[in-house]
């Protein structure tokens, strides 16, 4: 289900994001995830830290 291209999102929820975090998450998930596969990595602010298993 879905698109018929894969793509990569990855979340990351945290107390007070700084932009230091976005790099950080950026280069990890593009050092991580296979070659051919796009992907996007956003990092948002919250209050309290949750655990989600969105798969």
């Known amino acids: 289900?879905?698109?018929?291209?894969?793509h990569l999102h990855v979340t990351?929820?945290?107390?007070?994001?700084?932009p230091a975090d976005h790099h950080?998450?950026?280069?990890l998930v593009a050092a991580a995830r296979p070659?051919?596969?796009p992907y996007t990595v956003e990092v948002v602010a919250s209050a309290v830290a949750e655990?989600?298993?969105d798969r």
Do not use: E, I
């Open 35 to 37: 070659a051919h596969m």
């Open 51 to 53: 655990r989600t298993t």
């Open 12 to 18: 990351l929820r945290l107390p007070d994001p700084t």
């Open 24 to 27: 950080r998450l950026d280069t």
């Open 1 to 6: 289900p879905g698109d018929r291209r894969p």
